[in-house]
């Protein structure tokens, strides 16, 4: 019974990795969409976000219909509970590489994002997938080290947003309001994005020692001090 | 025991309905502080916002906790569940408010949002507000029709926004860059805002029907028809 039991806890965690895929890939694809003006792809990464819906309900069932029959306590049971979030977590990127693909259909034929702010947007959407595909490692290997990195990562998208505005307050800024407006959306998508998938490791943190993030590297510092 | 249980229950389902309390006033005084550059008023909001992540943490140490302890099943375990999600919306929420008030401390002693636009941006932040305590009432009395109510509500939201870029995407804007940013991100801090409300109150209708929101209403426009 108890062995059917991880089968299934191994399952739901395989389709956290595998939506950590699916939501890295759609980014990577809106953001090329959104520079490359790619009508094509910015579709096809809107249509498929309804695929990543659908696996979010499929394991958030699954999870809730372990909880109901196997009743796990303790460990198992924030394992599962943990999962539910994780799920959120990553439905939620999936819908803001929706948002960024949007931007781009919007605008086509034109780009959204102005030639000179290009490669601070690469660099931004590059970084996010990186980010989601490193928390879909930390589900799968459960290592904590790598999940602590997330954060540095994230403090790395947090100055490419810095940057993105202050090009826009820029006295020299000469694309206009809307413009303007599609670049603060875009970067917030951006941020949020990565935010998730900072979240989804710190949780995996929470899973494996029982202590959140912050108080986790707070107790290595003092130890490591000692 | 199970009498212990259901009043665990319905202390979990006040927490709710006092967080909503929290995050609807969050949002109310964020708005004013914002409209009346009141940085006092501001960072009363941001302050708060530590009490509203505090309640979420307890709520959700109390719902884990029940979970371990009486392993419900059926309903009982989906109100539980539910219950978690809720309080993650709501947390959200006032992370909203937070940010509303963060614009309002940046700006001061200016206003961000310019006169003219003061209209539209109050009645977001009033009906962010009516909805939010409407999800409050919603989460108490467990009333359906209340409910469904919120994604009209909604939509009168959705409706400023559009109104709020369409003045921002005017060719006779005149305020600035800087100003736009600022507009756009606080409209989408209430869309989003909106929206949690909005998912709270649909959490509910699938508490009580076992049908989510859409389906419930569907089913019942069928049932009219026939």
């Known amino acids: 019974m108890r062995d059917a039991y991880h089968e299934e806890l191994d399952s739901i965690s395989d389709g956290l990795v595998e939506m950590a895929r699916l939501v890295g890939s759609a980014m990577g694809r809106a953001t090329t969409a959104l520079l490359d003006a790619d009508l094509e792809l910015a579709e096809s990464v809107i249509a498929a976000d309804a695929k990543i819906n659908d696996l979010h309900h499929d394991l958030e ?3 809730i219909d372990l909880l109901a029959r196997q009743q796990p306590v303790a460990t198992d049971l924030r394992i599962v509970v943990t999962s539910l979030r994780m799920s959120a977590d990553l439905e939620r990127c999936g819908d803001l590489a929706r948002h960024v693909a949007k931007v781009a259909r919007l605008r086509y034929p034109a780009t959204a994002v102005p030639g000179d702010l ?7 959407g ?9 928390a879909g490692l930390v589900i799968s290997t459960k290592n904590v080290d790598k999940a602590l990195e997330l954060e540095q990562d994230d403090d790395a998208i947090d100055a490419l947003h ?5 090009h826009l307050l820029d006295d020299r800024w000469q694309h206009g309001i809307e413009t303007a407006v599609d670049v603060t959306l875009v970067g917030r998508y951006y941020e949020r994005f990565a935010d998730h998938a900072v979240s989804v490791a710190k949780r995996v943190v929470f899973l494996v020692t029982g202590e959140h993030a912050a108080e986790f590297v707070a107790a290595q510092e003092a130890s490591q001090a000692q």
Do not use: G, W, Y
Request: proline share 4%; glycine share 0%.
């Open 126 to 134: 590059q970084l996010a997938q990186r980010l989601v595909a490193k």
């Open 118 to 124: 290009h490669p601070i947007v690469l660099e931004m």
């Open 162 to 166: 810095r940057e993105l505005f202050s």
């Open 61 to 63: 069932n699954r999870a």
